[in-house]
């Protein structure tokens, strides 16, 4: 009777990790869509603002496409400016580590 209750019990855990494993898989496949869908309804308003130039007289499309330009270059710009400060914090991040290495080096020579 006991090594029954506990291949009982053992299947019990089994399945009950099994469901979590399948609802985490399930949760993150969720999150991996809701994630894809929201990139694809902004490429979409990003394109209907796009083909909104089509509809505009040529000045006000050339114009519109001029402030376009300029915002993705400051955009650019502002990306690259956050790229050097993430470089500059892994540098001193690395700095930081070769200086510990030594130190621990130095303690273990000891």
Same mark, same amino acid.
């Given at each position: 009777k *006991?090594?029954?209750? /506990?291949? +009982? @019990?053992? *299947?019990?855990? =089994? ?11 399930? *949760?993150?496949? =969720? ?8 990139? %694809?309804?902004? !490429?979409?308003?990003?394109? !209907? !603002? ?7 007289? /040529?000045?006000? #499309?050339?114009? =519109? %496409? @001029? ?15 956050? /790229?050097?400060?993430?470089? #500059?914090?892994?540098?001193? %991040? +690395?700095? @930081?580590?070769d200086?510990?290495?030594? !130190? /621990? ?6």
């Amino acid at each position: 009777k *006991r090594q029954e209750d /506990i291949a +009982l @019990v053992e *299947r019990q855990v =089994y399945e009950a990790e099994a469901n979590s494993t399948n609802g985490a898989l399930r *949760r993150k496949d =969720y999150d991996n869509l809701r994630h894809k869908e929201s990139e %694809l309804q902004a !490429d979409l308003e990003c394109l !209907d !603002d796009e083909l909104a130039v089509f509809d505009m007289p /040529i000045s006000d #499309a050339r114009e =519109y %496409l @001029v402030d376009k330009t300029e915002a993705d270059k400051a955009k650019a710009a502002s990306v690259d400016e956050e /790229i050097a400060g993430v470089d #500059a914090e892994i540098e001193q %991040l +690395l700095s @930081v580590r070769d200086s510990l290495l030594h !130190d /621990i080096g130095s303690v273990e020579l000891q």
